[in-house]
């Protein structure tokens, strides 16, 4: 009878996971829903900022009122920095909040430097 040595098994599976880490489900669900409330917000603002191209005299939804307005804002020069309306990155950079989040959902694992990434993008 043969006896077979007993390898060192570590926590962490060979599943070609090596140096990633995940993110927990609750920590998935709050870039899901954060996100989400960010991309709706961006998509409100974006709708603003085109109807007060379409017609000047249009009040935004958030100019609350003399001392809240963001209409004067969304006139500047500075409101359109890239050549676009800025509202319109919000667009790209929630959707991609959301989908990171659906990844971690799935069980992806990310390496350091994206977190790191994620962190300074959200920042």
Known sequence: MTTAAVDDVSSEQDNGSKGTIGGSRP???LLVITGAAGLL?????????FKLLEDPSFTPGCSLNPVVSCG????SEQASAFGFPNPMMGLVAYSMVIAIGVALLAGARYRRWYWLGLNAGCL
Do not use: R
Request: hydrophobic fraction near 60%; charge should be positive; charged fraction near 20%.
């Open 72 to 75: 004067n804002i969304m006139k």
């Open 41 to 49: 917000a961006s998509w409100v603002i974006t709708i603003d900022k």
């Open 27 to 29: 920590f998935a669900w």
